[in-house]
């Protein structure tokens, strides 16, 4: 009889059957789901805590920020900066517009005196290449001209037979260029080869190339007089107001030093006094008692120094309005014409601004006379000055500005470029890998497009230094692309080209999220839509897309927050000019350079000192950065619920 096999031996419990049956074991009173639970709980607990950690620590750092910028522009007022700022403000146009004249004149100049300024320079050039080559026997024979007594004859008969040997085979060896005849070419190597220490006179055909210089040069201003008096008479009109205006800014500045160290001292002073009221030994209580006894000084009496400045405002405003009178006759002789598109569109700027540059001195007067140095500064204009300020300048010697306008506007730039580029390409890609392709594909595609989140951003810093700017700024040099805006591009590191790398890194986060959306669309809905004879396209176009909206915008809000707080890319490559773009340039304006909001934390929060305006002011970004972000990821999870169709 056959003897009956034993009963298999029961494999051994899993986690999820230990957790699933009746008999559960119990720890300080909760059973393995309940701890499960808590510990999940327990997490997003500590996640929430970080999170108000971070808010908490921004918070504290860039709070005092209004306070104390609102403090150094009291002192930026009392002390006179602000009203030599008043005067000089202005000016600073003036200085943009006479450069603009500059370059109007020498590109119509220069194709009169190029060939001429090219052979004397070019003459120049070889007789500074052949007294190089020779410099040792020069120096030798030089040498031995001043030695007292003088050496023997005979040596100094070597000497310069040295220094003519070598001369006349440096002037052979040497290579003269086309824009020489033969005649000339062989004439310049004799007179060349001539070169002695001993000899102070220039050569004769260098002599005649400076005159045919002088005399086409000559020829070019008697033809362009109309825009040299022009030029010369705008520069010139400002040298009365910026005479008077240094005198006074050395004044100010004076005034502002002697604060900036009472204020100093008197901040260290209070630390003792802090120090010394916790301390216990009475040895050190004393030393530090008589060390904030000694760093007492006396305060700036503001009152007093602005007379000085106060005394000469008068005069102050006399020179602009002489500058005004200036400028208005030199408006009346500029031409309004000239021989070159450019140069003409060079003019025609300065011609239309210049009106708007007298409104801007006439504003000047006025300001000037109304300006009182002990009028309060409110806190809303600390406030402004941050928020709609256009100008961030540190370590200064004048006076430290923190304008926020010119960073969000870097920062809303690149982000609209990089939105506008990966959305088109995230969301198509998603679509196709979503509804068309196989199987095949997907596994080839899919994992190429996540990939790209694994490429650190430094090294796509670098791509876009070295190979992505190249290939934008030689692209845009191509003669039949010069329609369009901004073409032909001055700097290869701007805002389309950080665009374009944060376009590719917000890819990947774009691609997966959309295709998500698309996962999500119930069955039934592609089943009905099948049911009534549709094709695929449209199944795809008219029911699946708009099925699934909600998360395609959600999609491309949260690719929004990647770019918007991506910080390395944008350092590297964005070109960092602390400007408001120049939005005139239309379409032109995204190959301009410009600063984002996370680069300057980076370029800058290293450098600082704890607790200055300057790290405060950071940290007052950080701030905003911060909210920005929280912004765009509820505006995400806002469109979700609002497009999400409604539960029974």
């Not at 000037?368 to 256009?390: H, I, M």
């Not at 650190?456 to 191509?478: A, H, M």
Request: proline residues 5%; hydrophobic residues 45%.
């Amino acid at each position: 009889m056959a003897s009956v096999p034993p009963p298999p031996n029961d494999p051994p419990p899993t986690l999820g059957s230990r957790l699933l049956r009746k008999e559960r074991r119990v720890v300080a009173g909760l059973d393995p789901q309940q701890l499960i639970k808590y510990f999940f709980g327990a997490n997003s607990s500590i996640a929430i805590i970080v999170l108000v950690l971070i808010m908490a620590f921004l918070l504290r750092e860039g709070a005092g920020f209004l306070t104390t910028y609102r403090h150094e522009l009291e002192v930026y007022r009392q002390a006179g900066l602000e009203f030599c700022d008043l005067a000089d403000r202005p000016l600073q146009h003036q200085r943009v517009l006479a450069n603009a004249l500059r370059r109007a004149l020498s590109i119509e100049m220069d194709p009169l005196t190029k060939s001429a300024r090219e052979r004397r320079d070019a003459a120049f050039l070889l007789k500074a290449s052949v007294e190089e080559k020779t410099s040792a026997s020069r120096a030798d024979l030089e040498h031995a001209l001043e030695q007292t007594p003088p050496p023997a004859a005979d040596s100094l008969v070597h000497l310069r037979e040295v220094v003519k040997q070598k001369t006349t085979a440096a002037a052979a060896a040497a290579e003269y260029p086309d824009l020489f005849t033969s005649a000339e070419k062989s004439r310049l190597q004799n007179e060349l080869s001539e070169l002695s220490p001993e000899v102070s006179d220039l050569p004769p055909f260098l002599q005649s190339l400076i005159a045919e210089y002088s005399t086409q040069d000559q020829a070019a201003r008697s033809k362009f007089a109309g825009i040299i008096s022009t030029g010369e008479l705008f520069e010139e009109a400002t040298d009365p107001v910026v005479e008077v205006l240094d005198e006074l800014k050395a004044h100010a500045t004076e005034t502002k030093e002697q604060a900036t160290e009472y204020f100093t001292l008197k901040a260290g002073r209070q630390q003792l006094l802090d120090a010394a009221a916790t301390a216990t030994d009475p040895e050190r209580k004393a030393a530090l008692l008589a060390e904030a006894e000694a760093s007492q000084s006396d305060g700036v009496n503001f009152g007093e120094r602005i007379e000085s400045i106060l005394m000469r405002r008068e005069e102050l405003i006399s020179k602009l309005q002489e500058y005004c009178t200036a400028l208005e006759a030199a408006f009346k002789e500029m031409p309004e014409q000239s021989t070159t598109a450019e140069a003409t569109a060079l003019v025609s700027e300065v011609r239309h601004a210049i009106p708007g540059h007298l409104g801007e001195i006439h504003q000047a007067v006025e300001n000037l006379k109304n300006w009182k140095w002990d009028a309060p500064v409110a806190f809303y204009r600390s406030l402004g000055a941050f928020f709609f300020g256009t100008e961030w300048i540190t370590n200064s010697s004048w006076q430290d500005f923190f304008g926020f306008v010119p960073l969000l506007a870097g920062s809303v730039v690149i982000s609209i470029i990089a939105v506008l580029i990966a959305t088109p390409v995230s969301v198509v890609a998603a679509i196709y890998t979503n509804q068309f392709a196989s199987d095949r594909e997907k596994e080839i595609i899919k994992p190429v497009i996540e990939f790209i989140q694994a490429i650190p951003s430094v090294v796509l810093g670098f791509i876009g230094i070295s190979l992505v700017g190249n290939l934008i700024k030689d692209f845009s040099e191509i003669s039949w692309l010069q329609w369009i805006p901004g073409f032909p591009i001055q700097e290869r590191l701007n805002m389309f080209n950080a665009g374009c790398l944060l376009a590719f890194m917000a890819v990947p986060t774009m691609f997966s999220l959309s295709e998500d959306a698309l996962n999500n669309v119930p069955r039934a809905y592609i089943d009905a839509s099948d049911a009534l004879g549709a094709t695929k396209l449209q199944t795809v176009f008219r029911v699946i897309v708009p099925a699934g909206i909600s998360g395609i915008l959600s999609a491309i809000l949260l690719g929004l927050g990647r770019v918007v707080g991506e910080t390395m890319v944008v350092l590297l490559v964005a070109g960092n000019r602390i400007a408001v773009p120049d939005f005139s340039a239309g379409l032109g304006v995204v190959f301009q350079p410009a600063h984002t909001l996370t680069g300057i934390i980076a370029q800058e929060l290293g450098e600082v000192s704890r607790g200055s305006s300057h790290w405060q002011a950071l940290f007052m970004v950080g701030i905003v950065l911060f909210g920005i972000s929280l912004l765009v990821n509820w505006c995400a999870r806002a469109v979700a619920r609002r497009f999400e169709p409604h539960k029974a």
